[in-house]
């Protein structure tokens, strides 16, 4: 070894010295750690906003009638128990027109998965996308609406501003 490397050696040993000196000893803790599922949906929400050209939207009448917990600013979020717990979250959205639709489901299943997972440590299962309407950007005179000069109407007809 030369001199450099004798030197680097060294500073790693007395870097991993540090670190271990800093750690707290955690063998004697007992108890778990639980991450409520409003947090999780709020991680998911801001992942589904994170991609362009979607928008939440409600999950319908269908959703709303399956047991478990109802859907909030389109997403649901079911945890199993279990030492690792796994997530599945269901996103209910709606994609701009003119945009392909499998591609943007797609960045929206790797965003809510990156982020939650990211943020959580828990393992997603699986990040369903329920596409549930189109929105159009019309552009319109302040007088002829009053949500503005843009406002997005969805394929069903109401606003998205509304949802």
């Not at 007395?14 to 949906?41: F, M, N, W, Y």
């Amino acid at each position: 070894m030369d001199s450099n490397e004798q030197l680097e050696v060294a500073a790693n040993e007395e870097h991993q010295e540090g670190i271990e000196s800093s750690t707290v000893d955690q063998t004697g803790l007992e108890g778990k750690i639980r991450i409520s599922e409003d947090v999780i949906a709020q991680l998911a929400v801001k992942a589904l906003l994170s991609v362009d050209g979607v928008q939440p939207a409600n999950p319908g009448l269908m959703a709303n009638l399956r047991m478990g917990r109802k859907a909030a600013n389109g997403v649901r979020i079911t945890i199993t128990d279990g030492d690792s717990p796994e997530i599945q979250v269901d996103t209910y959205i709606s994609v701009k027109y003119s945009l392909r639709i499998p591609d943007v489901c797609w960045d929206v299943q790797e965003a809510v998965k990156d982020q939650v997972e990211r943020y959580t440590g828990y393992s997603v299962k699986a990040v369903n996308v329920y596409v549930q309407g189109i929105t159009f950007v019309e552009k319109k005179s302040q007088s002829d609406s009053p949500a503005g000069p843009e406002s997005e109407e969805t394929l069903d007809g109401t606003y998205g501003e509304e949802m």
